[in-house]
């Protein structure tokens, strides 16, 4: 039943209402509340039904027939509500804003919040992850990004400004942050933009900006953002107008401050190590390439941190990789400082893991989410910083003792939350139960009223029991009733003519007077009064915890700190990793180094170590041959992951790595296809080639692997070796590059900085081993044959194979290739030969006819040159 269709003028004023404001925001699934329900009407009935498996009812709209209806019970609303918001919709809150009892006409209502993946608050089960929302200010050639986890508080900005490859450069850096919901000025028309987008399900959002006023939009930040730095920002207008549009879309609906989101936090691209998106991907530092899932990434292997604020902070490290040398080893003499003193990493993890995710606990009390139990944790967490302090206190190193001197133990807070909240408290703070006697005069008062009325209610029961002579008399309690006085019938004839009577039961009487009425408000009206204080208490006590928000999160900043470094020191460790060492000579020296996912998966001591040298003697680039499944990719993958993980302040897998800061990791792997992209494979492959030509540089590494394969085998050489050629000229970057082109080796003797490398194998009649060494020299064979007979082949596939390869020999499309590479190695020293055998030439010896002979068999042979 289309909205649009219907007879609107038939609805009844409560459909119309409801109409309306569908109408508006057609995008939203509204919640729409009515009485104890909040319910759904039209398509979002029926989406809602299917997508929670609610039960779709009709309700009658005044049109011929029921319209579509389903609804949830609105206590229970919110976990419907992240489960459609963890699906990708977007849900609109409905409330009455008039008291039905007193309300003139149909009860106003209107859209008092929406919930949408990016700012969702309920991040319950996913305590390591971050929950960003991104917001992108587009001019076309430039472009101002913010983004900000709101369960965290954690607020970034960067522009995109000058740069050669806009599109690039924006992809990579959504790419990084991952975000569930993008907010825009205007869309976006990049391809690359579109594909993620839709691959992700990634929700998007208008806004307007309706001024550009700087000065205005600063004052609009700093009146929401505490730790702002306006000076700083004044130049940065392109962030301003990103993250101004950011707080005024996490505001919508809101007047009060977000006391968590308190700093924003600019990201100066040039101070990171570059890793474009695919890179990142195919080096899978933060998911696989299989399912996409965490697992057997790098992040698997380097976090094992104790808190998820760790968790987090590790994955951001490895997105954002160091180039300052002094920040780097900062990181690593601290990692250091714990493999020398290995009883401090024990203790350090006890206490780390009985801290709570701090972060999140802040933001549920920032937005008034939080509960007593909350509180508790918060105040449990707190209770182990004195004991973190005191074990940075006896780290006698510079590093540890600058965060000991900042370490606040957030005394008071503790104070506060245990002396006033119950350790019994309950999950609802509307029902009492929640505040501590002696912590409130008022509440300890009211507190004694309500006993004190109990007591007198007792004695009452005694007086009564005396009077009447029923010894069974009873005062009782019931909801509906309040409190009574209970005879059985057996005694009623004693029953005195100022009881009334309330209620008639099978086997007695129920009754009221009015003294007990008198005792019953004493306790019931204090009661109530009492859950209504401790909810007021609870309330201020909150506050008061939201308005200590910096304090808490530049402790929590330290803690998640010492988290990540403890976490590596222990990694280091357990998995014999060094410290890496870095020069200024642009080259890498790495021994015995190992593929960090690769070896843990083989079991211990499996996996062969290699050694690597490059850009030593002006050998940068590295032609590296060898069979299939000799273990070509693994080792460039294993380098390139070693340069990231020391770059992060990581020990890496090596006996000793000594390596120069690199700018950028660029890679080009395999050939994965992006065809849901609708791109095709070799595109993919020269669009990659093409980043990496334009961008990197001689402090660069990258790394190529099978690069031309895409394409027929003669294009895909000439590609592949035009690309080392130019590289050596122009790029200059370290380079490792895998090739199934044998003939690429020969560029080893033609320019002077690439030299080869080769996978050893040991080679036994027909059939190889593979010894996963990486040594000097070049492979001039691609044994297919011999490793499709390892994969178990039938023999008599294997033999017919070779027979046909001998066979074809002669004429095969690879050795044109090769021909023509080495005619083209060869004109010179034809040249050089014609040049010689026509001055040796003695004319006076011929007749006329044999010198016009000679000519002519030179002419034909310099037209062959
Ligand atoms: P290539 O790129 O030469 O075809 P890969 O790098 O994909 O070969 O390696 C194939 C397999 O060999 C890997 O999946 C891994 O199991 C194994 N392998 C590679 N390198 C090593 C090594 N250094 N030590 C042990 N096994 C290795
Ligand atoms: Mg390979």
Redesign the pocket.
């Known amino acids: 039943m289309l909205i649009d269709k219907i007879n609107y003028d038939r609805l009844t004023p409560m459909m119309r209402q409801y109409v309306d404001l569908k109408k508006e925001n057609k995008e939203i699934i509204l919640f729409y509340r009515l009485g104890d329900f909040y319910e759904m009407f039209f398509d979002d009935a029926l989406l809602a039904s299917k997508e929670l498996e609610i039960v779709l009812t009709g309700r009658d709209a005044g049109l011929d027939e029921k319209v579509p209806m389903a609804g949830v019970p609105h206590h229970s609303a919110s976990a419907y509500i992240t489960r459609l918001v963890d699906k990708g919709y977007k849900v609109g809150i409905v409330e009455q804003l008039e008291d039905p009892a007193t309300a003139k006409g149909i009860v106003k209502r209107n859209i008092v919040k929406i919930i949408t993946p990016g700012t969702l608050v309920d991040m319950e089960g996913k305590d390591s992850q971050n929950n960003f929302l991104l917001s992108i200010y587009n001019t076309k050639d430039s472009f101002g990004v913010s983004y900000v986890d709101i369960t965290t508080g954690e607020f970034n900005t960067t522009e995109i400004i000058n740069s050669n490859n806009i599109e690039r450069d924006l992809i990579d850096l959504i790419v990084k942050v991952n975000p569930k919901e993008i907010i825009l000025n205007k869309p976006i028309e990049f391809k690359s933009f579109t594909s993620y987008i839709n691959n992700y399900n990634i929700i998007i959002s208008y806004v307007d900006i309706d001024n550009l006023d700087i000065k205005n939009l600063i004052k609009n930040i700093s009146g929401k953002i505490k730790r702002y730095d306006r000076d700083f920002f004044m130049e940065k207008m392109f962030s301003i107008i990103s993250s101004s549009m950011l707080l005024d879309y996490i505001y919508l609906f809101r007047n009060d401050t977000l006391e968590h989101i308190d700093n924003i936090n600019y990201i100066d691209t040039v101070r990171y190590m570059k890793i474009d998106a695919h890179t990142r991907e195919n080096l899978e530092i933060h998911k696989n390439l299989q399912d996409n899932s965490k697992k057997n990434s790098l992040l698997s292997i380097l976090d094992k941190c104790d808190t998820p604020m760790g968790s987090r902070k590790i994955n951001s490290w490895l997105e954002f990789p160091l180039i300052n040398k002094s920040d780097i080893n900062t990181r690593l003499d601290m990692v250091e400082y714990l493999t020398l003193n290995q009883d401090k990493i024990e203790k350090l993890s006890a206490t780390l893991s009985s801290i709570y995710d701090l972060e999140r606990i802040l933001s549920k009390i920032s937005f008034k989410n939080a509960n007593a139990r909350d509180l508790l944790n918060l105040r449990n967490s707190i209770e182990n910083l004195p004991v973190l302090k005191e074990i940075l206190g006896t780290m006698d190193n510079k590093h540890y003792h600058n965060l000991y001197q900042n370490f606040d133990t957030l005394e008071n807070l503790f104070n506060l939350v245990n002396s006033s909240i119950r350790e019994d408290a309950p999950f609802v703070i509307t029902e009492g139960d929640i505040i501590k006697s002696g912590y409130s005069e008022e509440l300890d008062n009211l507190k004694y009223e309500s006993t004190h009325g109990k007591e007198l209610l007792l004695e009452y029961e005694l007086e009564e029991r005396k009077n009447t002579n029923i010894n069974k008399l009873k005062i009782s309690y019931n909801k509906n009733t309040g409190y009574y006085i209970e005879v059985t019938n057996s005694h009623i004839s004693k029953v005195p003519d100022h009881y009334i009577r309330r209620q008639t039961l099978k086997n007695s009487e129920r009754y009221i007077t009015d003294r007990l009425n008198q005792i019953s408000e004493m306790i019931l009206g204090s009661q109530s009064e009492i859950v209504d204080l401790e909810y007021k208490i609870f309330s201020t006590i909150r506050d008061e915890i939201s308005s200590n928000s910096t304090r808490i999160k530049l402790v929590t900043d330290i803690i998640s700190t010492i988290d990540v470094i403890n976490n590596l020191a222990k990694i280091a460790i357990n998995n014999n990793y060094t410290r890496p060492i870095f020069n200024d000579e642009n080259y890498f020296r790495i021994k015995d180094g190992?593929?960090p996912i690769?070896?843990i998966?083989?079991g211990i001591n499996?996996?062969?170590?290699?050694d690597t040298v490059i850009g030593k003697n002006n050998k940068i680039i590295q032609i590296?041959t060898?069979?299939?499944?000799?273990?070509?990719?693994?080792?460039?993958?294993?380098v390139a992951l070693i340069i990231l993980m020391a770059q992060i302040g990581s020990f890496v897998p090596a006996s000793a790595c000594d390596i120069s800061i690199s700018d950028a990791l660029f890679t080009r792997i395999g050939a994965s296809d992006n065809l849901a992209k609708g791109e095709s494979t070799f595109m993919v492959e020269m669009n990659e080639m093409s980043n990496i030509i334009n961008n990197a540089k001689d402090t660069s590494f990258v790394i190529l692997?099978?690069v031309g394969r895409g394409t027929s085998t003669n294009d895909g050489y000439s590609i592949a070796k035009s690309i080392v050629e130019y590289m050596s000229k122009h790029n200059k970057s370290k380079t490792l590059f895998?090739t199934h082109y044998h003939e690429l080796t020969d560029l080893e003797d033609i320019l002077p900085n690439v030299e080869n490398l080769k996978?050893d194998i040991e080679e036994s009649n027909q059939d190889i081993v593979?010894l996963?060494?990486i040594v000097k020299g070049k492979t001039n064979k691609s044994y297919g044959i011999e490793v499709a007979k390892l994969s178990g082949l039938p023999d008599e596939i294997i033999f017919r194979a070779n027979t046909i390869l001998e066979s074809i020999n002669d004429n095969q499309i690879v050795e044109n290739a090769q021909l023509n590479f080495i005619a083209d190695k060869n004109v010179n020293i034809e040249k050089d030969i014609l040049i010689r055998e026509l001055s040796d030439i003695v004319i006076d010896n011929m007749t006329p006819i044999q010198a016009l002979d000679t000519l002519n068999k030179f002419i034909n042979k310099a037209k062959d040159v």
């Open positions: 190992r593929h690769v070896e998966s083989m499996e996996f062969i170590s290699n590296i060898g069979p299939n499944m000799a273990g070509k990719s693994t080792y460039m993958r294993q692997d099978e895998a996978v593979f996963r060494k």
